[in-house]
């Protein structure tokens, strides 16, 4: 969804998913500029950040696939080639950003 808000093509931005990191001490989702220095794309996500989230869940809940496809949760992008991806998963924990959120 970031690059319908920020104006920018899905391969300018990246992204990454652990269960847990090092430097969070947690699970964490780091959303990144894909141009060296950045270009303020995450900025960008970062002040829509409730928007971009509230999208996610409602692009995952309204898609009609059955476990996730390269319309809802899968990525040409993925590292693992969309392995670890679940949908059900990606949905519960963007409804638990969203609840923690209000
Ligand atoms: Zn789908």
Known sequence: MLPLIAMCDRWDIGGLSTNAHGQTLGPTIFI???HPGGVG???IGFRAF???VA???RLIAECPCASGCPSCVQSP???NLNE???KAGAREVLERML???N
């Open 32 to 34: 990144y500029d894909g």
């Open 41 to 43: 794309i995450t900025r």
């Open 50 to 52: 409730e928007t971009l």
């Open 55 to 57: 999208d996610a869940r």
């Open 77 to 79: 992008k993925c590292g």
């Open 84 to 86: 670890p991806l679940h």
């Open 99 to 101: 609840t923690r959120n």
